[in-house]
């Protein structure tokens, strides 16, 4: 089982839905949990983190988080086209491990 | 510099050839962090630096592959006996200290390594 799990892509949504990305990780003992996002070609860019229950927001995106399952996600609202990247999820308890990503295509 | 730097950017070398990568984290950063990201994947983490502790090496793949990180600074990513799925962009990243929460990750540029 991998450390961190997400959904397969690509995810395909037209501009101004809402996109959602999930996230499930196996440790317990994680403490801090990070949506990055990546361009094509470039580096990773912090988008949000999150360490308790609960959601946070921030902007157009929410990050939601739920220790007991052990389960991350990130809603993206009114979609926008520049928002077409890859999606990592990462789980920090020491090192930072990252997920496999999901690309997200947002469609005019 | 006022973000990670690493060089080089791009380095072509042969099969069983040794490769050096550098790592500048940002100046007071304590955690260092090596991945490697080959076309159309993930981060694959291959070791964490953090202050004076013993490195988590867990991720290394293979003992042709091995890192420092002198004065707590700079760090160095060593590769021996360079084999062809080693091919990759290997990014750097480093984290401010606090309490270990929240702590963003800053990237570096990364070093596309191809190995021929």
């Known amino acids: 089982q991998k450390e961190v799990e997400q959904n397969s892509g690509p995810l395909s949504v037209p501009e101004g839905a809402i996109a959602s990305l999930n996230c499930t990780y196996s440790d317990r003992g994680s403490q801090s949990f990070f949506w990055y996002r990546q361009y094509s070609g470039k580096s990773p860019e912090l988008i949000m983190f999150?360490?308790?229950?609960g959601d946070k927001e921030d902007g157009r995106f929410t990050a939601q988080l739920n220790k007991a399952s052990q389960y991350v996600s990130l809603l993206i609202r009114d979609s926008q086209p520049s928002d077409s990247a890859t999606y990592l999820c990462?789980?920090?308890?020491?090192?930072?491990?990252f997920g496999q990503g999901t690309e997200l295509s947002v469609k005019p | 510099g006022a973000g990670v730097s690493q060089s080089p950017s791009n380095k072509v070398t042969e099969k069983g050839k040794d490769v050096e990568l550098r790592c500048d984290p940002i100046s007071g950063h304590t955690a260092l962090y090596w991945y490697r990201q080959s076309l159309g994947q993930g981060l694959e983490f291959l070791i964490y630096f953090q202050g004076n502790s013993a490195p988590d090496k867990s991720g290394l793949p293979s003992d042709r592959f091995s890192a420092e990180r002198t004065g707590g600074s700079v760090s160095t990513l060593t590769i021996q006996r360079t084999q062809q799925e080693d091919s990759a962009v290997y990014l750097c990243?480093?984290?401010?200290?606090?309490?270990?929460?929240?702590?963003?990750?800053?990237f570096g540029q990364g070093t596309r390594l191809t190995v021929v």
């Open positions: 999150i360490y308790s229950n």
């Open positions: 990243a480093s984290s401010p200290p606090g309490t270990g929460l929240n702590t963003e990750a800053f």
């Open positions: 990462a789980v920090q308890g020491g090192k930072l491990i």
